[in-house]
């Protein structure tokens, strides 16, 4: 059975910096993704790895801004967030697709594996 556990989440000023860390177990190979909700609006991407750790996709509002990366030993994916606005605060989530390559769409319904999310609330 996969786990997934997001941790680095907090409360920070707009401009400031947040790298997030999921921590997993499991075959190593699969798509890992970050995603987001705000309250009352519904989940979307962030970014996803592949198994290549080169094919990479990020949300147009997030890009050029954050950055995921995998470390295969360690069993984690993080998620380096520089420039943070308050439009970023939200309950970030890690996920797992069970295949090697991510989509370029998001298809949320594929990711089978879920942490329980970690808050990240930045204020003006």
């Known amino acids: 059975q996969v786990q997934l556990m997001e941790s680095g989440g907090g409360s920070v000023q707009a401009g400031g910096s947040l790298t997030l860390t999921c921590t997993f177990t499991?075959?190593?190979?699969?798509?890992m993704g970050w995603f987001r909700q705000a309250p009352g609006k519904e989940r979307e991407g962030v970014a996803t790895?592949?198994?290549?750790?080169?094919?990479?996709h990020y949300a147009d509002s997030v890009k050029g801004r954050f950055r995921i990366s995998k470390d295969n030993n360690r069993q984690e994916v993080y998620l380096q967030m520089n420039s943070l606005k308050p439009e970023d605060t939200a309950m970030y989530y890690c996920?797992?697709?069970?295949?090697?390559?991510?989509?370029?769409?998001?298809?949320?319904?594929?990711?089978?594996?879920w942490g329980q999310g970690t808050q990240v609330t930045v204020s003006s």
């Open positions: 790895i592949s198994n290549d750790l080169r094919t990479i």
């Open positions: 996920a797992q697709r069970p295949r090697f390559f991510c989509s370029a769409d998001w298809e949320i319904q594929a990711y089978n594996a």
């Open positions: 499991g075959f190593t190979g699969y798509c």
